[in-house]
């Protein structure tokens, strides 16, 4: 079979779920003569760039299908695009649609998935708390073993964090996204010899991520994923030292190079992962997964004792279990993915707009539905944008969905087309109708144009009251990492 077959052709992941070890390695692909590629993640952290639509997701998954066959592992999962990188590790074991013969209930893939941005915080927090106490609670331990690196077992397992579009947090133009990203460069400076590597993913070009010297120091599992597209993609920085890697050598989804310190830089593809398979892995490895051990679990507290809380969750069982992977519309970075969202009773406009509004609101710890709070509670809402309460002031669903998403661009602000794509999948809106809309918003005071020709930001006013954050919309700013 020549080469190129090889990396053309789709291959589903290995249908043999037996029990993996982190220091054994964890296969993550193929290369070019069928054999298996393996990821040590015991010290090393992993990088996986790759443009729109080149497989980086997918690749989440035949990643987490390893770490959910390890022994030794637990996998917290970032993903602020709805979750969908990992609900469908998660979804169908909370829901009860996979049922075992012995009718013990099935433990989700995945340890704990964050999807919102509080949530993800909750997470990072105690990601450092863990890193800092076991350094602590395991003195003796360390000391007996005469090692410095806790020794990972079933018993005290490696914590892996999953970011998918990681990389896009660190180099946010959104202070409170980056501030996410600060921390999850704390945790990879501080976690190494305690057990807690990471796992990013990044779209499209490597620089940014790449001047980041925790990044390019700690990550030496790379993975490039070619796809169709050559722009932005510098192999070169990616695989220092390898010659010869050429992009339009591996043009396929899910196709492209992978190196570590233990294998060079070269060819390789990734299995193809569907949501089938991702419940017969979850039934399939629910026993093995260890627990988080007592000296960590102390130092994680309630807000990881109780990730799976139904007010914790509740974001998670609003989203479609079937279209989660596999999806092949093209999706603006960062939009929400409208296309994703699943309706029930009510219209899709409404629902649609429902969702819009509970994500917003979710994100940015705004008021609950004003039937829930009435007349008691109202001294204890937290302060915030009340954007459900807005919503008898706008005409359409259409138009509170445009009104959420300008919400949702914080102070970096957003435009007219850039609306118009998050709207076209649910609503057909038109950019015209975008643009009138803005119009109304700038001459109410609901929004705020910065900056000039096609240059032109809208920002909502509740990210415009101070200076200084204007100055954070100021296009091409430099930002330091
Ligand atoms: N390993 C693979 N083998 C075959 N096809 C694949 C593979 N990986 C991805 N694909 C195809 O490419 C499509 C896009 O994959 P995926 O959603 O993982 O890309 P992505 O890089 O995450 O895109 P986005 O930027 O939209 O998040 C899949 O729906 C699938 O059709
Ligand atoms: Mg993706």
Not at 19 to 25: C, K, Q
Not at 170 to 194: N, T
Not at 196 to 213: E, F, H
Not at 322 to 351: F, H, I, K, M, Y
Request: overall charge neutral; aromatic content about 6%.
């Amino acid at each position: 079979m020549t080469t190129v077959n090889v990396l053309e052709q789709e291959r589903t992941y290995p249908t043999d779920y037996s029990t993996l070890s982190l220091h054994t390695g964890i296969p993550w692909g193929y290369r070019t003569n069928a054999q298996q590629i393996l990821a040590y993640l015991r010290e090393q952290c992993a990088l996986i760039v790759g443009p729109t639509g080149s497989g980086k997701t997918n690749m989440v998954h035949a990643i987490l299908a390893g770490f959910a066959r390890a022994e030794d592992v637990l996998t917290w999962v970032i993903d602020l695009n709805a979750g969908s990188a990992g609900l469908p590790w998660v979804l169908p074991a909370l829901n009860g649609q996979i049922v075992r013969e012995d009718g013990k209930p099935v433990r989700p893939g995945i340890d704990w998935l964050a999807g919102t941005f509080d949530e993800a915080m909750t997470m990072l927090d105690a990601a450092v708390r863990v890193a800092k106490q076991r350094k602590m609670g395991y003195q003796a331990l360390l000391s007996k073993a005469n090692t410095d690196l806790l020794p990972i077992s079933a018993k005290i397992p490696q914590i892996m964090l999953v970011i998918d579009e990681g990389a896009e947090i660190l180099v946010s133009p959104d202070r409170q996204v980056r501030k996410l990203g600060e921390k999850i460069l704390e945790v990879i400076r501080i976690a190494r010899a305690m057990g807690v590597r990471t796992v990013l993913t990044a779209l499209g070009a490597t620089g940014s991520v790449l001047s980041n010297l925790m990044i390019r120091r700690e990550a030496k599992v790379r993975v490039a994923l070619t796809g169709s597209e050559t722009e932005g993609m510098d192999l070169s920085k990616m695989f220092p030292g390898s010659r010869g890697l050429r992009v339009d050598q591996a043009p396929y989804k899910g196709a492209g190079f992978m190196g570590t310190p233990e294998s060079p830089a070269a060819l390789f593809k990734a299995w193809r992962i569907l949501p089938n398979q991702i419940r017969e892995i979850t039934a399939a490895t629910s026993d093995r997964h260890p627990r988080l051990d007592d000296v960590s679990a102390k130092a994680a507290g309630p807000a990881y004792a109780r990730r799976w809380d139904a007010d914790r969750t509740a974001w998670m069982r609003d989203q479609a279990v079937s279209d989660d992977a596999g999806d092949d519309s093209p999706v603006t970075p960062g939009a929400l993915r409208l296309s994703a969202l699943n309706e029930q009773q009510e219209s899709p406009e409404d629902a649609l707009a429902r969702r819009f509004r509970e994500e917003i609101d979710a994100q940015f710890g705004t008021a609950p539905e004003p039937h829930t709070t009435e007349q008691d509670d109202v001294a204890e809402r937290p302060v915030g944008l009340n954007l459900s309460a807005l919503r008898d002031e706008q005409d359409s669903p259409a138009q509170q969905a445009a009104l959420a998403a300008l919400i949702a661009a914080g102070p970096a602000g957003t435009g007219a087309s850039a609306i118009a794509r998050t709207l076209a999948d649910g609503f057909g809106t038109t950019r015209q109708t975008v643009v009138g809309w803005l119009k109304t918003w700038l001459t109410d005071g609901t929004a705020v144009r910065v900056g000039e020709g096609t240059k032109a930001r809208y920002v909502h006013r509740s990210h415009t009251p101070t200076a200084d954050r204007l100055s954070l919309v100021v296009p091409h700013a430099p930002h330091v990492v």
